[in-house]
């Protein structure tokens, strides 16, 4: 069932008190990065604190925007990345008078009929909205996921925001254009409030991953959900850092690490089809090291050219072909490309690649150095400004969130696979033709909406 239109008059009232509440936050960034082109010295670590702890107080998306810019790399400046990246997406719950108003819109005002048991504290509070579990009455545990209400027009007083703070970051900075990136973002935002979709992607990967028992999908029930309510099974599982606390076996991290692996590649290489979001919160490890997956909103469905073209890119950084490389980054989208820009983008698509090189078993990342990463970051960031700056196209947004995102998981896990075998039995029959069709086949007996 789709949610209500929007009262007009909330609508506009709405969207003005969000912008109050943020464009203090994001006006701060303008004026400091204005600031310093002018010459005047500011505090950006301090400021950046602050930015967090603001955002981190609000529900809603401009504080998961601040989590996926900050693992694009040079989308923002260094100081606010780390800071931002730290966001975990679990600000206070509402409490039960909110809940119990919100249960009766969305299933009506005896709802509560429908439950044995209905647990009035949330389980998990995230930006867009809060977990609660209850029994259903034949005995089943679910997991309730209730949007907070008029997030539709949170999501555009946001988008708003995000429009501004990116606007004025690029005319002091033009290594990376941010049109493409914002467009992206903003469509996937607006499809993460759509819980009805959300629940046609979570049957979707419980079919792609149906041959995988080390990764487990809840199953939606389609007459307890809404568009602003989806009702699953529970999922019985930990936090990784409460597994990683209990020092399992280099064993155990392993099977942790080719679970998610499996979680993340299995329906990106078959199916052309990517959960953009490998945030921690976003999957439970299981007692057999297994995971659970979870939140399905933003989910990316990728073209097969596109597939295609990032294992081109592949082989040609094995090879050291730098023409297969520039048709493999004109495939993906990048436009205006010059050899010296090319080569620029070869050394962060080198440290991406650079696990799947050798058939061997190895850490994820070979050196200790807790900072080689970000050293990768700015001397890309260098060398982009150098040569005039690049529009990363839409796609690359989530594909080189997931690969950074599940790259910095298994480095915590200190997982040690073949990454490179792993990758190539993904690829050994990929055929773009044959991944249209399964690609068609799975959308369609999901009842997945038509998508960009």
């Known amino acids: 069932m789709p ?30 990065l204005a600031g310093e082109k002018m010459g005047f010295k500011t505090n950006r670590a301090d400021h950046a604190e602050g930015l967090k702890a603001v955002l981190g107080g609000l529900k809603g998306p401009l504080m998961k925007v601040a989590q996926f810019l900050a693992t694009v790399p040079n989308a923002l400046p260094p100081e606010y990345a780390a800071e931002l990246a730290q966001l975990q997406a679990n600000a206070p719950p509402m409490g039960w008078s909110f809940v119990r108003r919100r249960m009766s819109s969305e299933l009506g005002a005896d709802w509560q009929k429908n439950f044995s048991i209905f647990n009035q504290q949330a389980a998990a509070a995230a930006s867009l909205g809060q977990v609660h579990r209850a029994t259903l009455l034949d005995g089943r545990e679910v997991a309730c996921k209730l949007q907070y209400p008029d997030m539709q027009n949170t999501i555009e007083a946001d988008l708003r925001q995000l429009r501004l703070a990116l606007a004025v970051y690029h005319r002091l900075d033009n290594a990376i254009q941010h049109e493409f990136i914002y467009e992206e973002l903003a469509e996937r935002l607006r499809e993460e409030a759509d819980y009805t979709r959300e629940a046609a992607h979570m049957r979707m990967y419980q079919a792609m991953l149906a041959k995988d028992p080390g990764v487990s999908v809840p199953t939606p029930i389609p007459e307890l959900s809404t568009g602003r309510l989806l009702t699953m099974d529970w999922l019985e599982g930990q936090g990784l850092m409460a597994r990683l606390a209990e020092n399992p076996s280099q064993e155990s991290r392993n099977r942790i690490a080719e679970s998610l692996f499996r979680a993340w590649y299995v329906p990106l290489y078959r199916y052309g089809i990517l959960h953009g979001d490998p945030h921690m919160g976003n999957y439970q490890v299981r007692p057999d090291d297994g995971v659970n997956l979870l939140d399905f909103g933003a989910v990316r469905i990728f073209p097969a050219k596109f597939l295609a073209g990032v294992i081109e890119l592949y082989k040609a950084v094995r090879d050291h072909d730098n023409d297969h490389a520039h048709h493999a980054y004109e495939v993906w989208g990048f436009t205006d490309l010059t050899r010296e820009k090319m080569d620029v983008l070869n050394e962060w698509a080198r440290f991406l690649y650079e696990p799947l090189m050798e058939d061997r078993v190895r850490r994820i990342q070979e050196t200790d150095d807790p900072e080689y990463g970000r050293d990768v970051a700015a001397s890309v960031h260098a060398g982009l400004q150098r ?52 690609q068609k086949a799975m959308l369609l007996a999901a009842g997945v909406p038509a998508t960009s």
Do not use: C, Y
Request: charged share 25%; glycine share 12%; net charge positive.
């Open 3 to 32: 949610p209500p239109p929007a009262d007009p008059t909330t609508s506009l009232f709405g969207q003005l008190g969000r912008m109050a509440r943020t464009s203090g936050a994001v006006g701060g960034i303008a004026a400091r």
């Open 387 to 438: 040569t005039g700056g690049v529009k990363p196209p839409r796609e690359f947004v989530l594909m080189d969130r997931s690969a950074i995102g599940l790259g910095s998981v298994f480095l915590r896990l200190g997982a040690e696979l073949n990454w490179s075998r792993m990758f190539h039995e993904l690829i050994a029959d990929f055929d773009p033709v044959e991944l249209e069709k399964r």
